[in-house]
Structure formats: C-alpha cells, structure tokens
C-alpha cells in the first residue's frame, strides 16, 4: 500500500486526527509495509508524532511537480497595468473573501490594477465560494474577474504579473503557486504548511499572515509600487521551480517508492 497526502484538512487536530488515526491504522495494518508520502514536512511531522505512520515509512516528496516547458517564463515589460492573479478551487479557505477585500484596498488607490480568479465553484463543498457571490463580487467591482474553470492556465499566466494564495486551508504544496513560479511570477501567500515550501519572504515572493486583509492588501500594494521586486522575486521563483519542483524529478521520486516495496527481482525490471 502507498497512501499519498496532498495536504491535511484545516483543524486536523483532536478527534479529527484520533479519527484519521483509527482509518489510517486499519490501513497500515492490513498493508504491512505501507509506505505514507507527504507533499511537506508539517504534514509529515503531525502524522509521525501522533503515532499515525512510522518515521522510516513516511516519505516527504514536496509537491506534485510542475511542467518547467508548458509553464515558460517570459521577458516581462514594465506596465501601467499590474495584473493579480488567483487561482484555485473556490473554496472560503483558500482565501477567496481575503483576495477581493484585500483588491478592493489596492485598486482604491491604483485603479489600473486587475485581481483575476480562476477556478470553478464548488457547490459539493461545504467551503464552496457560492457561484451567485462571485458572480456579484465580480458584478460591483470592475477591478475584478472571475473566469472560472479554465483548462489552460499558462497563457494567462504568461500575461499577468503576480501570483496570489491567501490560503489558511490544509496545503500540501498548492499548484498554483508551482505554476506561478515556473511562469516566472512573484508569489504572494501565507504563513501556512504547504504554501512555506514555495514562498520565501523577499525572495520567491512575499509571505503574510492568514486571513489578514490588510496585510495582504499591503503586500500587493508593494509588488505594485516596486517593479523591480516583482522582476526579481519572479526570477527567484522560477530557479526555485527548475531547482526543486520539476515533474520529472517528483514522478522519478515517486516511482522510486513503488519500486522499493516490489521484490528485488520485479524491481530490477523497472516492476515490469
């Protein structure tokens, strides 16, 4: 058995975590040699230390990678125009109230400044952004879009100039932000497990606290004032990607975990 984790729901402590305990034991012990992967060190250290997985069977593999050609990074001009964007499941935790206020702020003082949303409502979830309240947000603010889903983000990216994830859900490492980096954009995010393995302060991209408006709202606001830290940390970010996040390294990785729980025979074949 191989039990991947993509992040860890937000509050998962106290009976949720006794709960997942109980699941997850059943799991490992009807598994074995289970092996558990995690996408960031939090992850794995809360799992480890609640005696849900065994240290030498809990794998950190950060992230789920990122394609370094799709998402290529583009000579960027100087604009009037500073496009913001945001894109994830439209769900309350991710940030998604925290992004609107927090454009309301900036485009107060520079209305030539765009917020983009991307992703699809999600009315299975009880997080879900409501599609009639974005459809208003959007509505009332002309500062504001919401796209939706959409099947291809990388030419919008290739157009915008900072990526934003004001996110206090459970991350394992957010897409987003991989794929904002490989765009060569300046990330903005919080203080958060998951969203730390990505965004370092004044390097890849600026860092806040969560659900904090007016930080949020103050960091963009200096991405847009400061056109050389956004060049810079959107340089930064990009290496950071090539460095420690390129798909073929995370599924190599990955492969490598299977690999490792066949019989040496099988696995001297590639487990063909």
């Known amino acids: 058995i191989v039990k991947a984790y993509t992040g860890l729901e937000i509050g998962y402590t106290g009976w949720r975590l006794h709960r997942c305990s109980a699941l997850l034991g059943d799991r490992v012990a009807l598994g074995g040699g289970a092996l558990t992967i995690f996408q960031n060190p939090e992850d794995r250290s809360t799992l480890v230390e609640a005696g849900v997985v065994q240290p030498d069977r809990a794998i950190l593999i950060r992230g789920s990678g990122v394609d370094l050609d799709r998402f290529a990074a583009p000579q960027r001009r100087e604009r009037d125009q500073v496009t913001f964007v ?26 030539e400044a765009r917020f983009v949303l991307i992703g699809a409502a999600d009315a299975e979830s009880r997080e879900g952004v409501p599609a009639t309240w974005l459809e208003e947000a959007t ?7 919401w796209l939706g889903f959409v099947g291809d983000i990388a ?15 459970g991350e394992g490492v957010p897409k987003s932000l991989l794929e904002g980096a490989a765009a060569g954009l300046p990330l ?15 390097k890849t991209g ?11 709202a103050g960091a ?35 492969m490598d975990c ?14 063909r």
Do not use: N
């Not at 945001?86 to 209305?111: I, Q, T």
């Not at 919008?156 to 004001?166: N, Q, S, T």
């Not at 860092?207 to 007016?214: E, H």
């Not at 963009?220 to 950071?240: Q, V």
């Open 206 to 216: 600026l860092v806040v606290a969560p659900r904090d408006v007016s930080a949020l």
């Open 155 to 169: 030419p919008i990216l290739r157009e915008a100039d900072v990526m934003v994830l004001p996110s206090y859900y």
């Open 258 to 271: 299977y690999r490792s729980l066949l019989p040496p025979a099988l696995a001297a074949r590639g487990g």
């Open 139 to 145: 509505a009332t603010r002309p500062h504001l879009d």
């Open 188 to 202: 903005v995010s919080t203080d958060m497990p998951g969203c730390r393995e990505v965004v370092a302060h004044e």
């Open 86 to 111: 945001m894109a994830c499941r439209m769900l309350w935790s991710k940030g998604v109230r925290e992004f609107v206020e927090s454009g309301d702020r900036v485009a107060a003082a520079h209305p």
């Open 220 to 254: 963009m606001d200096r991405l847009l004032a400061e056109p050389s830290l956004r060049a810079r940390c959107g340089a930064e970010a990009r290496r950071m990607v090539e460095r420690d996040f390129a798909v073929e390294a995370v599924v190599q990785r990955t």
